[in-house]
């Protein structure tokens, strides 16, 4: 399994108050992803980073900002969260140096509510 | 925009038999990746298969094998041999080639998924 590690796990917030949320890859791969999934709606992309410090957006960005400042750490943060980004949240990591077909490995996910 | 379609939200199967999941999707690429991953209800996602759209052979994984038809832009998945281990939800998904040096990053545009069951 590829080592990739979500935290929290699980989190209850209230509307209003910031989240972060931490992937953390032992990979060393280049490339990394956060998706959010919802019932009827599969996994969308919310941002994604080809590099340290190098981030861009995903379908879903709104409400969401990320930071990467060294190649294994991966932080999606809710300024401030509402009900609406309660969700099941993936982090994945794709090596970059790899051939074209290389899939994406996913974390375990973290399961966000938002009261 | 590329899109992936999966027009059965959910599926059965007895087990020991064979199952077939549909995948449509719409693109005006040429060359593309295509995968179908499977979400049991630990939350995991894995990887089941993967197909290269430049490739003619369909792909196959142990149980696991693709119908890939290009011009109708179809990618089904069919297991046979169905394991009350295989019951989850199954995703496809497509990725335009990769551009290294900018543009597209790998990322994966998914189907809503199919919720698949298999009755011992």
């Known amino acids: 399994d590829a080592g990739i590690t979500q935290s929290p796990r699980h989190k209850v917030t209230e509307t209003g108050t910031p989240v972060t949320l931490r992937c953390h890859q032992t990979?060393?791969?280049?490339?990394m992803y956060w998706y959010r999934q919802d019932p009827g709606h599969g996994l969308r992309l919310i941002h994604y980073?080809?590099?340290?410090?190098?981030?861009d957006k995903g379908e879903v960005s709104d409400g969401y900002s990320v930071s990467r400042s060294k190649t294994e750490d991966f932080l999606l943060t809710l300024e401030s969260a509402t009900s609406s980004q309660t969700s099941v949240y993936f982090c994945a990591i794709r090596d970059g140096g790899s051939s074209y077909n290389s899939p994406l490995h996913f974390g375990n996910g973290t399961r966000l509510t938002v009261t | 925009a590329q899109t992936v379609t999966q027009s059965q939200p959910e599926m059965s199967v007895q087990e020991a038999e064979t199952v077939t999941l549909s995948c449509t999707y719409d693109t005006s690429e040429s060359d593309y990746y295509l995968f179908w991953y499977k979400q049991p209800p630990s939350r995991q996602m894995i990887l089941v298969i993967r197909?290269?759209?430049?490739?003619?052979q369909n792909a196959t994984e142990n149980r696991f094998s693709v119908n890939f038809q290009k011009a109708a832009k179809s990618f089904s998945l069919k297991i046979s041999d169905s394991q009350l281990g295989d019951a989850a939800m199954y995703f496809c998904a497509y990725r335009s080639p990769v551009l290294n040096y900018g543009g597209s990053q790998g990322n994966l545009i998914f189907g809503k998924g199919t919720k698949l069951s298999v009755k011992p």
């Open positions: 197909q290269e759209a430049y490739k003619q």
């Open positions: 980073s080809y590099g340290v410090k190098d981030t």
């Open positions: 990979e060393n791969h280049r490339y």
